[in-house]
């Protein structure tokens, strides 16, 4: 009886370890980088990190070691994409954990005038950009 009860914590402590293991595993690592211009506006640091700048906990979820999976460390506009899943992450999701409007409309309240993607003026709703390695991302604001 004993032998057995040891046996099913011993499972039971497996399967948790297993699951934690898991959640804090990275499957995905990309860096798109997003700078903005026309504004003094700078993308800041800790976003996703930091409470203050960490506004939509929605995708907490896909986060690693209690970070954001949408993330930044700098001031440089690399947006750290680090996630227990593999999964399509979007401009709109990372604007809304930064407290911007999911849409990108503005940041800080200065409108955006227009959007690139690697060089390719973007005609369809920013939010719907979705997040890749490598990315250069640059949102033009009105003073």
Same mark, same amino acid.
Do not use: C
């Given at each position: 009886?004993?032998?057995?009860?040891?046996?099913?914590?011993?499972?039971?402590?497996?399967?948790?370890?297993?699951?934690?293991?898991?959640?804090?595993?990275?499957?995905?690592?990309?860096? #798109?980088?997003? +700078? /903005?211009?026309?504004?003094?506006? +700078?993308? #800041?640091?800790?976003?996703?990190? @930091?409470?203050?700048?960490?506004?939509?906990?929605?995708?907490?979820?896909?986060?690693?070691?209690?970070? %954001?999976?949408?993330?930044?460390?700098?001031?440089?506009?690399?947006?750290?994409?680090?996630?227990? +899943?593999?999964?399509?992450?979007?401009?709109?999701?990372?604007?809304?954990?930064?407290? $911007?409007?999911?849409?990108?409309?503005?940041?800080?309240?200065?409108?955006? +005038?227009?959007?690139?993607? @690697?060089?390719?003026?973007?005609? %369809? #709703? /920013?939010?719907?950009?979705?997040?890749?390695?490598? $990315?250069?991302?640059?949102?033009?604001? %009105?003073?």
């Amino acid at each position: 009886m004993i032998l057995a009860l040891v046996a099913l914590v011993v499972i039971g402590v497996s399967v948790a370890a297993a699951q934690f293991s898991a959640a804090n595993t990275m499957r995905m690592h990309w860096h #798109p980088i997003l +700078t /903005i211009t026309g504004s003094p506006v +700078t993308v #800041p640091s800790q976003i996703g990190i @930091d409470q203050s700048l960490w506004k939509d906990h929605s995708l907490d979820q896909y986060g690693i070691g209690g970070l %954001s999976p949408l993330h930044t460390h700098d001031t440089s506009g690399t947006i750290h994409v680090e996630s227990n +899943t593999v999964r399509e992450f979007t401009l709109h999701e990372f604007l809304a954990i930064w407290g $911007q409007p999911g849409d990108g409309s503005a940041i800080d309240g200065h409108p955006v +005038t227009s959007l690139t993607v @690697d060089g390719v003026q973007q005609t %369809s #709703p /920013i939010g719907d950009v979705v997040l890749k390695d490598g $990315q250069k991302i640059v949102m033009t604001l %009105s003073p």
